[in-house]
């Protein structure tokens, strides 16, 4: 137990702490994206109210996205160790610098993260909190009729206080009862300076992974040379790019869905 405790209390540790974190984190950011591209459907916010309606309320997904949040924690208090370690064992800066090439993401990804870190909190705020904990979200009432799939929609408000959501069935027509979040991100996407918040942190995500993913299976000492080329092409064009901008998009598009209409 103590050589665990003293690996994982080691530089080595904490970066292998600090890779398997990022990891995680790059994967529930891309069932995020997914999720959220029920945004560009055009079914009057339906896909993605029940989406988030589902995430909110299953209690394994519920499981997960607490495993999430401490995963930020972790990987955002690792790397403020291991920034003032670096800096505290190199407190003056080197006569002459080193000729080896280092990109700008992999020597500013304390900024990087604490950009990132700032848009976690406010986003969280502005949809998790007030989606789960106030009533500043209205309802939805979607009446699907299973036969002919035809849909209908209007706003919904509940008698009793503590209701959150209901699914039921009437004859041939499906009754879906959910918190309006699609409202919501409407309304919050039609401002311009939480438009340009959202792409500035999404810029920072795509500076951020393009080192930190690549990083991570070097630190794991998962590195082929038949197979690091495959690692740095899916963390430059995948995670670097798509993901990014499929994120990047959504604010985008809403916004100037708003100043059209």
Not at 239 to 249: D, E, H, N, R
Request: aromatic share 16%.
């Amino acid at each position: 137990m103590s050589e665990i405790k003293q690996t994982f209390n080691s530089s080595l540790g904490k970066k292998l702490i600090m890779a398997l974190t990022g990891l995680f984190l790059c994967t529930f950011i891309i069932v995020h994206l997914g999720g959220n591209l029920f945004l560009f459907k055009d079914d009057q916010g339906y896909g993605f109210n029940v989406y988030a309606n589902f995430l909110t309320h299953f209690p394994p997904i519920e499981v997960i996205a607490y495993l999430l949040y401490l995963a930020i924690i972790v990987h955002a208090f690792y790397a403020l160790i291991l920034t003032l370690s670096n800096k505290k064992s190199r407190p003056v800066a080197y006569a002459s610098q080193s000729k080896s090439p280092a990109s700008w993401s992999s020597k500013n990804m304390g900024l990087l993260g604490s950009i990132l870190l700032l848009f976690i909190v406010i986003h969280m705020g502005d949809f998790w909190y007030k989606y789960k904990f106030t009533d500043t979200v209205g309802f939805k009432e979607y009446r699907t009729n299973v036969l002919t799939n035809q849909r209908t929609v209007a706003d919904f408000k509940p008698v009793d206080p503590t209701f959150e959501h209901s699914v039921t069935t009437v004859n041939d027509e499906e009754i879906v009862r959910v918190k309006d979040l699609h409202a919501k991100v409407a309304t919050t996407f039609s401002c311009w300076w939480y438009v340009l918040i959202y792409v500035i942190a999404m810029v920072s995500l795509s500076f951020h992974l393009v080192h930190g993913f690549q990083s991570a299976f070097q630190t794991l000492g998962w590195t082929h040379r038949k197979y690091t080329p495959v690692v740095k092409f899916i963390g430059t064009w995948f995670f670097a790019v798509i993901i990014p901008l499929g994120f990047a998009l959504m604010p985008v598009v809403y916004f100037f869905q708003s100043i059209s209409k």
